[in-house]
C-alpha cells in the first residue's frame, strides 16, 4: 500500500481515497460530487504544465483543476 | 395549499426540458452542467388550478457553492412549507450521484417526488433501474421519465400530490453515501457490454493529445460552418429577397413621395447615382433592415445552429478541460471558456453565464475580458460584411488583435487584483445524440430574442444618424470628437458618430462606418475599436446588475484604458 496524490496516479491506475483537502466548502463540493475517503476512483489522465486531472467515479467523469488534484490523497496497490 | 413545484436536481439532469414538458414554456437546454443560470418560472394546468413550476438552477447538494446554486437553494428555503412540493429530476444513467442531493432533500423534510429521468438513455447504456423498489426504500414516489419523447410525464402530474415529507435521521456526507451505496445495489442492475464508439470517443476526448487534436478539430470545422452557413443564406435567401422583391417595392414608394421630401429622406435615405444603396442610403426602410435582416441575421441563424449542435453533444465542458491551463494564468479556471463561447454569439447569455463561476473575482474578469475582447456575432458578421471584401487577412487580423487584447488584459488583471483563482471542479458529460426538436426550439428561441431586441433600437440608431444627416448636425457633433478621433486613433472625424453609435448597437454602428469612405488600415482600426469599448446598452445593464456599480465602474474604466492604447497603437504602429 502506497499514499500518492490524484497528479502522481498513472492512467487507469484504480485507487482508494484517503484524504481531502483543507476546507469545508471544497470538501462539501467534492463530497456532493461523490469524492469522499473510502471511495474508489480511476485516473482517466490528466493535462501536463499543471493542467488539471480527469478522474472517473462511480459513473461519472470529473476534471479537477491541478491545484486541487494534488491535493486529494489516494492509496494504492503497489 | 400547494401553490408551488420546484424542479431541482443536479446539473445537466434534463430539468429544463422537464419543465417545458411540464409548463409548455420552452426554455434553452444543452449537454453540460450550468445552462440554467437564472430561476424559470411557468404554470401547470391540474384540473381548475394552475399551480406555478419553478425550474432551478442546477445543484449538487444543498450546501451552495456558486451564485447560480445560491440562488437554488435559497428560494426552496424561503418558501412556506405547506405551499410547495419538491420534483425531484435524477439522471437515471448516474443514479448514485444523484441520490447524494435527493437524500439530502428528503432528510430536510421537504415533500419529494422523484423523476428518474433519461430512462430511455439509461437502457441504452445498459443501466436498469427497479424504480419500484427505489421507492419503496425512499419512501417517496419514484417515476421513471423520459423528458425529451415526453414519456412518464403524465404519470409525474398524476402523481405529485402523493409527495409527503418524510421523517428520516440527518446522516453526515459519509453516511450518506453509505446509505446510498445499499440503495444502489438493490435497485441498479448493470448489464456488461463491449465499448461502443461513442464511449471510445469520449474517452479520447479527455487525453491530453487526441483530446487537443479532437479540440481543434471541431472549433475549425464550427468556424468554417458558421461562415459557410451564413454566406449561402446571404447569397441565396437575404441577398434575392432583398434584390428582387424588396427593392422594386421601395422604388415605387421613392417616385410616390418624391425624392426631395424629408419623409423620402427619413425612409428611403440618399439615392447613390440615382439608385437605393442598401448599404449607404441609411433610411429606415433601406439600410435599417439591411443591416439586420440581410447582414447579420444569416450569420445569427447560422453561429447559434453550430453552438446548439456543440452544446447539446457535450463538447463545451471537454474544452474547460483543456483550456484550463491557459485560463489559468488570467485568473480564471477551464469552465470560463463556456461564458466566452456564448459571448461570441451575445455578450449578454455571456455574462450571465459567469455566475456559474465562484469568486467574484473571477466573475469580475471573466465579465471584462468578454465585454472588452470577445465580439458578438452582430459584430463579427459587420468586419466580415466590410473587411471581407478587401481580404480575409485582415479579418484574422481584427480576431488576432482582439485575442491578444484579452490574453494580455488577463494576465494583468490576475496580476493586479487580489485573490487566488479557484480550481476547476466540473463533470463531463457522456456525448448525447442532439435532439432535433430541442435544437431546433432553441434556435428559434435565441434568434427570437436577438430579433425583439435588435430591431427597435437598430430602427432608433439608423432614424437618429438620419435626421443628424437632413439637418446637417453630424459636423457639430463630430467636431467635438475631432481631436480622439482623428489626432489619436487616425480615423475621419465623422467615425466618431459610429463609435457613440456603438453604444446602441455595435452592428449599426459599423454600418455607419460604410457611407465615409474609409481606407482599410481606418475601417479595420474602428472595427477593432467598436470591439474593445463600450458593450452595447443591453451588455452595459447586465454588467452593471451583475457586478453592481464600484467593480462596474471599475469595469468602464479599463475599458476606456484599452480602448485609447489599442486605436492610439495600431494607428501608429500598422503601415498605411
Known amino acids: 500500500m502506497k499514499k500518492i496524490n490524484l497528479v502522481q496516479m498513472k492512467e487507469k491506475q484504480k485507487g482508494r481515497i484517503t484524504e481531502l483537502p483543507e476546507g469545508s466548502v471544497l470538501r462539501n463540493k467534492l463530497m456532493s460530487l461523490g469524492i469522499y475517503p473510502g471511495r474508489e476512483v480511476t485516473k482517466i489522465s490528466h493535462i501536463g504544465l499543471r493542467g488539471p486531472a480527469a478522474i472517473k467515479v462511480g459513473r461519472s467523469v470529473l476534471v479537477i483543476g491541478h491545484g486541487m488534484a494534488s491535493k486529494v490523497i489516494v492509496e494504492i496497490q503497489c | ?576
Open chain 2, 1 to 576: 395549499m400547494l401553490k408551488k413545484i420546484f424542479l431541482i436536481g443536479n446539473p445537466n439532469v434534463g430539468k429544463s426540458v422537464v419543465f417545458s414538458r411540464l409548463t409548455g414554456v420552452r426554455v434553452i437546454s444543452s449537454n453540460y452542467a450550468g445552462t440554467t443560470v437564472d430561476v424559470m418560472k411557468g404554470f401547470l394546468k391540474s384540473g381548475e388550478e394552475e399551480i406555478e413550476v419553478i425550474d432551478l438552477p442546477g445543484t449538487y447538494s444543498i450546501e451552495p457553492s456558486s451564485k447560480a446554486e445560491e440562488v437554488a437553494v435559497a428560494l426552496l428555503r424561503e418558501s412556506p412549507r405547506d405551499e410547495f412540493i419538491v420534483i425531484n429530476v435524477v439522471d437515471s444513467t448516474n443514479l448514485e450521484r444523484n441520490l447524494f442531493l435527493t437524500l439530502q432533500l428528503i432528510e430536510e423534510g421537504l415533500p419529494v417526488v422523484v423523476s428518474l429521468n433519461m430512462c430511455d438513455d439509461a437502457k441504452h447504456r445498459g443501466v436498469n433501474i427497479d424504480s419500484e423498489k427505489l421507492e419503496q426504500l425512499l419512501g417517496v414516489p419514484v417515476i421513471a421519465t423520459c423528458a425529451i419523447t415526453g414519456f412518464g410525464i403524465k404519470m409525474l402530474i398524476d402523481r405529485f400530490k402523493e409527495a409527503k415529507p418524510v421523517a428520516r435521521n440527518k446522516l453526515s456526507h459519509r453516511e450518506l453515501w453509505q446509505e446510498i451505496g445499499g440503495v444502489i445495489e438493490q435497485v441498479q442492475q448493470l448489464t456488461h457490454r463491449h465499448h461502443t464508439l461513442r464511449e471510445l470517443l469520449e474517452d479520447a476526448s479527455v487525453r491530453p493529445f487526441s483530446g487537443m487534436l479532437m479540440a481543434i478539430a471541431v472549433t475549425f470545422i464550427s468556424f468554417q460552418a458558421v461562415r459557410f452557413i451564413g454566406e449561402w443564406l446571404i447569397d441565396n435567401v437575404s441577398n434575392p429577397a432583398f434584390f428582387k422583391f424588396y427593392e422594386p417595392l421601395l422604388w415605387k414608394l421613392s417616385h410616390f413621395l418624391g425624392q426631395e421630401s424629408f419623409i423620402h429622406h427619413l425612409l428611403i435615405g440618399d439615392l447613390l447615382d440615382g439608385k437605393i444603396d442598401f448599404r449607404q442610403s441609411l433610411g429606415l426602410l433601406t439600410t435599417a433592415p439591411y443591416i439586420e435582416f440581410a447582414m447579420v441575421l444569416p450569420y445569427i441563424v447560422s453561429f447559434y445552429l453550430v453552438l446548439g449542435l456543440l452544446e447539446d453533444i457535450g463538447i463545451l465542458p471537454r474544452l474547460a478541460m483543456l483550456m484550463d491551463n491557459i485560463l489559468h494564468r488570467l485568473g480564471l479556471h477551464g469552465f470560463a471558456i463556456i461564458p466566452v463561447l456564448l459571448g461570441l454569439g451575445c455578450n449578454v447569455p455571456g455574462i450571465l453565464a459567469t455566475r456559474n463561476l465562484e469568486s467574484r473575482r473571477e466573475r469580475f474578469i471573466a465579465a471584462t475580458l468578454i465585454s472588452i475582447g470577445v465580439p458578438c456575432v452582430a459584430l463579427q458578421a459587420m468586419i466580415f460584411g466590410l473587411l471581407g471584401k478587401f481580404s480575409g487577412f485582415y479579418v484574422i487580423g481584427v480576431y488576432l488583435v482582439l485575442f491578444l487584447v484579452w490574453l494580455v488584459l488577463g494576465v494583468i488583471l490576475n496580476w493586479v487584483l487580489k485573490g487566488i483563482s479557484p480550481e476547476l471542479l466540473v463533470e463531463i458529460p457522456p456525448y448525447r445524440i442532439p435532439s432535433l426538436a430541442i435544437l431546433w426550439h432553441k434556435l428559434f428561441l435565441r434568434i427570437k430574442g436577438f430579433l425583439i431586441e435588435a430591431i427597435p433600437v437598430v430602427m432608433l440608431g439608423v432614424l437618429i444618424v438620419n435626421v443628424l444627416l437632413y439637418f446637417r448636425l453630424f459636423e457639430q457633433f463630430s467636431l467635438i470628437f475631432a481631436p480622439v478621433v482623428k489626432g489619436i486613433f487616425g480615423l475621419p472625424k465623422e467615425s466618431a458618430i459610429a463609435l457613440i453609435m456603438g453604444f446602441f448597437r455595435k452592428d449599426v454602428a459599423v454600418g455607419m462606418l460604410m457611407p465615409l469612405g474609409l481606407s482599410v488600415k481606418q475601417l479595420f482600426i474602428a472595427c477593432v475599436l467598436l470591439a474593445v469599448s463600450f458593450p452595447c446598452v443591453a451588455t452595459f445593464v447586465i454588467m452593471f446588475r451583475e457586478l453592481g456599480w464600484k467593480d462596474f465602474l471599475k469595469s468602464c474604466a479599463i475599458m476606456l484604458m484599452v480602448m485609447l492604447m489599442v486605436g492610439a497603437s495600431l494607428n501608429f504602429l500598422l503601415p498605411h
